[in-house]
């Protein structure tokens, strides 16, 4: 498999057939609800996770938690509660939205203030090694003792100091040095052996990258927002210190902007995850968030959204099409027709979509294959004709093998739910055969508000589906 790696500006190829492959992503900062660029980040890097473990990849994926920093400490002052209080609300929002979007666990998820110890023996080697310095304000990074400064981002000394805000402490050697430890009297501090403060953001993932990864790790990954100075930083301070390559590959996803401007809380055009749960659902957020090449920008705009919703109703046509046919694959069993040509035609869908994928995420022309495939099969089906088992089937398991690897999920029904609806759906169609279609109406009302379920009538039996949203939201 082959990605964009930001540290050589090539595409690599990634070594899928090792022991393990240890994957680790920046999380969030917790002390907000996630936006659709925290989604659109974590859905790249969760299809790239699917998609290893769908070839039996072994994958280690383990993805942090910031709970201790200046914003969510300023967020429980504004709310007279305190910073731990903050961090838990918004952890369990973080949860709540990304099961909302079949986001796979991570193997682990550590938090900062779980790993104070460790933070403090990393950054006591660090100085040892004379990596880092006692300062007026904290424990610093020699910036100057590591010579591959800036290969990541490609910035060299001179923009960085010029771009750099230069904190007020005389003592830094070099005003591109950045903090590990920053000293602090109000809480939440932590005793060290330097002074009570907190640690700085860059030495976080450094430590528990290491901890939980080893000290060399196949892909780090993150936002585009990330490479300078966290990222650069994060090479610096692991590079220093354990003397080896820290990350083979570095993959960063393009930033989301509404309407061609940049997502800004001061400018109010910030899009929640939840909000948008609500509005869309969750397969829609996942079709927009994988409509394009992960290291471009994405435009998020009501057009863009209302195409996504039409992808998504042909996709979802063709899951009950063929779950509808299967869970009644009797009314064909001595069906003699046989769709062998067009089963292999639907296969190499598959393989196309699987190489597009295999070719650094090619999200946008394998996109277009998986909906050349729903369309396909939604042609077929809407002239009524016998259909052969054997290809019900395999059918259907191409399209769930379509589904794994994006995340795509149908909601699930009970099978007391399954028996209610149908015998609704037998009922109107003895008053639609009586033309009492007043009557007939009302069922189909019944069973949208009652089980969120559309109908599709077709020549002698009618079809239903979940609808992407609750139809009450609709009304909300």
């Known amino acids: 498999m082959k990605l964009s790696n930001t540290l050589t500006n090539k595409v690599e190829e990634i070594n899928t057939t090792d022991d393990v492959l240890k994957i680790y992503l920046c999380g969030v900062t917790v002390y907000d609800d996630c936006h659709i660029g925290h989604a659109r980040t974590i859905l790249v890097f969760d299809v790239l996770r699917r998609f290893l473990v769908i070839q039996n990849a072994k994958v280690i994926f383990i993805q942090n938690f910031t709970d201790i920093d200046d914003k969510i400490i300023a967020k429980a002052s504004s709310e007279q509660t305190d910073a731990e209080h903050i961090s838990q609300i918004y952890t369990e929002s973080y949860f709540r939205d990304f099961d909302a979007l079949n986001v ?9 203030t779980k790993h104070i110890p460790d933070i403090i023996d990393f950054i006591s080697k660090l100085i040892e090694k004379n990596k880092a310095y006692v300062g007026l304000n904290g424990i610093y990074f020699r910036v100057r003792s590591y010579d591959g400064y800036g290969k990541l981002s490609k910035k060299n000394k001179e923009s960085i100091i010029s771009g750099a ?44 990258a290491s901890k939980y990864l080893g000290v060399n790790i196949d892909i780090h990954g993150g936002g585009q927002d990330l490479i300078f100075p966290h990222h650069e930083n994060e090479i610096a301070q692991s590079e220093g210190l354990f003397e080896t390559q820290f990350s083979k590959l570095w993959l960063h996803v393009g930033m989301v902007t509404i309407n061609s401007e940049k997502m800004s809380k001061s400018i109010g055009n910030t899009i929640k995850i939840s909000e948008l749960l609500k509005e869309v659902g969750p397969n829609v957020i996942r079709l927009f968030c994988l409509s394009s090449h992960y290291t471009k920008p994405l435009d998020y705009t009501q057009d863009i959204i209302n195409e996504t919703k039409r992808r998504w109703n042909q996709i979802s046509n063709a899951y009950y099409e063929l779950e509808f046919r299967t869970r009644n694959s009797f009314i064909y069993e001595n069906c003699e027709s046989v769709q062998g040509p067009m089963l292999t035609e639907l296969t190499n869908y598959l393989e196309l979509f699987e190489e597009y994928l295999n070719n650094d995420l090619n999200f ?113």
């Not at 069922?443 to 559309?454: C, M």
Request: a positive charge; aromatic letters at 12%.
């Open 104 to 112: 796979m666990k991570a193997t682990s998820y550590p938090k900062v």
């Open 165 to 208: 805000r230069i904190e007020v402490d005389e003592t830094k050697d070099d005003p591109r040095d950045f903090a590990l430890w920053k000293f602090s009297s109000s809480k939440p501090t932590w005793t060290s052996p330097w002074g009570s403060g907190r640690p700085g953001w860059h030495i976080e993932c450094s430590v528990m």
């Open 364 to 476: 946008a022309n394998a996109m277009t294959i998986f909906l050349k495939f729903v369309t396909r099969i939604n042609n077929f089906f809407s002239v009524d004709k016998p259909v052969d088992v054997e290809f019900l089937t395999k059918t259907f398991s191409l399209l769930k093998r379509f589904m794994f690897i994006t995340g795509l999920r149908i909601q699930q029904v009970s099978q007391q739910e399954i028996e209610e609806i149908e015998d609704q759906i037998n009922k109107r169609s003895l008053l639609r055969s009586e033309k009492n279609y007043l009557e007939s109406d009302k069922i189909r009302l019944e069973l949208a508000t009652r089980f969120n379920i559309d109908l599709i009538d077709h020549k002698g039996f009618t079809l239903w589906k979940k609808q992407s949203i609750n139809v009450q939201n609709k009304h909300s």
